[in-house]
T-cell receptor, first 111, second 117 residues
């Protein structure tokens, strides 16, 4: 079945550092891919998504490109802020169906 | 700004008691998901509904958990009897088909933090 694997956390960075959180997936078809973010004490929020190969999702300075050849959807940001501290979840899914989530990667950004 | 609402936000109960969690999906969304989040297991899908009909509840322990949608504005998740291992945060999410071949974005509620003593 389909699965999503993320790099393990926690990831600790200094403010303004470059961020990469790796995500790879296995799929029987051609899913859409998502990054969700969870701030402390809150539910998950959609950060960005891509629906087909080579699409790039972007939001709030974060980017991820749907790479079919490497089955990856790595999250990047050029300059992180303290307010980006959260848990980030990569997910895959098909239209109208359930999402398969990775285990989450905790990011801590220090001033 | 439409949001998914969940009640209660926090629940502390004793082992053996019945627990009912409620979710109000975003108006117009026809798909509702129930998730459980723990440190050990991460985020697990328990069940989901489309147009109030259950599509998949394979993630739910059938002997003690039940999920229903009495109407389009209310989804419930019940645990009877509750056990300490049920302690977790339970999230409800709602979504709708995009109609253009894309996948639903799921909108999550704030969660119900359940503690079973």
């Amino acid at each position: 079945g389909d699965s999503v694997t993320q790099m393990e956390g926690p990831v600790t960075l200094s403010e303004e550092a470059f961020l990469t959180i790796n995500c790879t997936y296995t799929a029987t078809g051609y899913p859409s891919l998502f990054w969700y973010v969870q701030y402390p004490g809150e539910g998950l929020q959609l950060l960005l998504k891509a629906t087909k190969a080579d699409d790039k999702g972007s939001n709030k300075g974060f980017e991820a490109t749907y790479r079919k050849e490497t089955t990856s959807f790595h999250l990047e940001k050029g300059s992180v802020q303290v307010s980006d501290s959260a848990v980030y979840f990569c997910a895959s899914g098909y239209q109208g169906g359930k999402l398969i989530f990775g285990q989450g990667t905790e990011l801590s950004v220090k001033p | 700004d439409a949001r998914v609402t969940q009640t209660p936000r926090h629940k502390v109960t004793e082992m053996g008691q019945e627990v009912t969690m409620r979710c109000q999906p975003i108006l117009g969304h026809n798909t509702v998901f129930w998730y459980r989040q723990t440190m050990m297991q991460g985020l697990e899908l328990l069940a989901y509904f489309r147009n109030r009909a259950p599509l998949d509840d394979s993630g739910m322990p059938k002997d003690r958990f039940s999920a229903e949608m009495p109407d389009a504005t209310l989804a419930t998740l019940k645990i009877q009897p509750s056990e300490p291992r049920d302690s977790a945060v339970y999230f409800c999410a709602s979504g709708k088909p995009t109609g253009t071949g894309g996948t639903d974005t799921q909108y999550f509620g704030p969660g119900t933090r359940l503690t079973v003593l």
